[in-house]
């Protein structure tokens, strides 16, 4: 029986983009957990691809959170 292998085709690296796009793992000063920073080398030849995957990553974090609070990826919790 043959092995079948799913696998996304294309589209931004899943991984750190080379030199251009930096990533930390830092702890907040206020409440002591680990965040990711990105940082983005300005004078990169690649820099509109750098910041759309950062930006992608941002979003696909905010929605994972949003997600784990309302149960719905695209709706922002409710104001207390």
Known sequence: ????????LGGPKSEVRGNAVTEKRVRDSSSGQFVTVRTIDAKSQTFGEDISYVFSKN??????????????????????
């Open 1 to 8: 029986m043959a092995k079948v292998v799913v696998k996304k």
């Open 59 to 80: 979003v696909a974090k905010a929605r994972r959170d949003n997600k784990a609070v309302t149960g719905v990826v695209d709706r922002a919790p409710a104001k207390a």
